[in-house]
C-alpha cells in the first residue's frame, strides 16, 4: 500500500487550517450572545473535523477504501488528491482543484462568508438604532447569517467529503433551525407585530428568486411599535 505520510499527519496544518478560517469566520460573525457562541461553535467544530481528516487522518478513505479501490482501481487512494472524492467518483482526470466541484465548492464558501460578513455589518447597525434589520440580505430571507454557515459547510462539503463531517451536516443545519425558531420568538417580544408582518413578505431560509434577482426588495429599517 503507498505510504501516506508525506499526504497525511500535517497536524500542524489542521491546526493553523482550522485556526484561520474560525477566525476568519469569528471576524463576520462577531459572537456575543450564548446564542452566537453555540451555533460559532458548532460550525467551529465542523471546520476541525474537516481538517482533521483533509491533513491529519484520512478516516473515511481507510473505511472505505476496499470498496473504492474496488470500483476505481485506477486512483491511489492514500494520496492527497485523493481526498476530493467527488473529482475522483466522477472521473475527473486533471488537478481535482481544477474541478467543477472545487470550483462550485469554492463558489459557495466565498459567497456564505460574504453572506454573513454583510448580514453582520446590516443587524449590527439596526441593532445600534433600536431597529428591525430588513435591508441588504435581511430583505432576502430573515436568517441570512444562518444560511451563511449553511453555504460554506456544504462548499466544503463537495470539496472535501468525509463521514463525520457528512454526519455532522444535517444536525447542525437542524439546530440552526431550532436557533431561528428561537430567536424569532425573542424578536416578536420586541417588535411584535412589526416583525410579524415582516416575516409574512420575507421566508426564513431559501430567497424568493423573485427578489433573488432584483424584483425588489425590502427597504429600510422598522422600529418597534
Given amino acids: 500500500m503507498t505510504d501516506i505520510t508525506a499526504a497525511y499527519g500535517l497536524w500542524g496544518l489542521v491546526l493553523i487550517n482550522s485556526v484561520i478560517f474560525i477566525m476568519f469566520a469569528f471576524t463576520f460573525f462577531k459572537p456575543d450572545t450564548p446564542r452566537d457562541w453555540r451555533s460559532f461553535s458548532a460550525f467551529s467544530a465542523f471546520l476541525v473535523a474537516l481538517f482533521a481528516e483533509m491533513y491529519g487522518f484520512p478516516l473515511t478513505i481507510y473505511f472505505l477504501s476496499g470498496w473504492l479501490q474496488t470500483r476505481f482501481p485506477d486512483v491511489d487512494w492514500f494520496s492527497h488528491d485523493a481526498g476530493h472524492l467527488l473529482e475522483m467518483m466522477f472521473g475527473w482526470k486533471t488537478n481535482p482543484h481544477a474541478g467543477p466541484f472545487h470550483i462550485v465548492s469554492n463558489v459557495?464558501?466565498?459567497?456564505?462568508?460574504?453572506?454573513?460578513?454583510?448580514?453582520?455589518?446590516?443587524?449590527?447597525?439596526?441593532?445600534?438604532?433600536?431597529?428591525?434589520?430588513?435591508?441588504?440580505?435581511?430583505?432576502?430571507?430573515?436568517?441570512?447569517?444562518?444560511?451563511?454557515?449553511?453555504?460554506?459547510?456544504?462548499?466544503?462539503?463537495?470539496?472535501?467529503?468525509?463521514?463525520?463531517?457528512?454526519?455532522?451536516?444535517?444536525?447542525?443545519?437542524?439546530?440552526?433551525?431550532?436557533?431561528?425558531?428561537?430567536?424569532?420568538q425573542d424578536v416578536i417580544a420586541t417588535f411584535g407585530d412589526a416583525y410579524r408582518q415582516y416575516a409574512k413578505t420575507v421566508p426564513a431560509f431559501f430567497p424568493r428568486l423573485r427578489k433573488l434577482f432584483g424584483g425588489g426588495s425590502t427597504a429600510g429599517t422598522i422600529n418597534p411599535a
Fill in 108 to 184: 459557495l464558501i466565498i459567497a456564505g462568508f460574504f453572506v454573513i460578513s454583510a448580514s453582520w455589518r446590516v443587524l449590527h447597525e439596526a441593532q445600534g438604532k433600536g431597529a428591525l434589520a430588513t435591508t441588504g440580505p435581511y430583505s432576502l430571507v430573515r436568517h441570512p447569517q444562518y444560511v451563511g454557515f449553511i453555504l460554506v459547510m456544504f462548499g466544503f462539503l463537495l470539496q472535501w467529503p468525509t463521514l463525520l463531517t457528512l454526519a455532522m451536516f444535517p444536525v447542525l443545519v437542524w439546530m440552526y433551525v431550532r436557533l431561528a425558531q428561537t430567536e424569532e
